[in-house]
């Protein structure tokens, strides 16, 4: 069974700097979108960031452009979100998803396989 495994959260002061990593228990993500989502209580899950596993292709929400950046390490199955200038609004919990498709989707439903999360706080 697949699965994916996300660290890295922590607190945080405003301006400060965290890195997630999720890990993927198989190589079969080799082939999918491997997508940041957040969430905070009452909200939708929201789009972060995402990166084609195989073509290094990213795209960002505009809430994170310029102050986050997601990488990939395929010798170690894994996918970072490294998060530069941190506000308080970045204060969630961030999920590490897949999606087997070709292009870059944002929306929460079109992925298939998800983490269990792993929280953010920004102290103001």
């Known amino acids: 069974q697949v699965q994916l495994v996300e660290s890295g959260g922590g607190l945080v002061q405003a301006g400060g700097s965290l890195r997630l990593s999720c890990v993927a228990s198989?190589?079969?993500?080799?082939?999918?979108?491997m997508g940041w989502f957040r969430q905070t209580p009452g909200k939708e899950r929201e789009f972060v960031a995402a990166i084609h596993w195989s073509r290094s292709s990213t795209r960002y929400a505009e809430s994170v452009k310029g102050r986050f950046t997601i990488s990939r390490d395929n010798a170690k199955n894994t996918v970072y979100l490294q998060m530069n200038s941190l506000l308080p609004e970045d204060t969630a919990v961030y999920y590490c998803?897949?999606?087997?498709?070709?292009?870059?989707?944002?929306?929460?439903?079109?992925?298939?396989?998800w983490g269990q999360g792993t929280q953010v706080t920004v102290s103001s």
């Open positions: 998803a897949a999606d087997w498709a070709l292009e870059l989707r944002v929306g929460p439903r079109d992925y298939d396989l």
């Open positions: 198989v190589r079969t993500v080799s082939t999918a979108v």
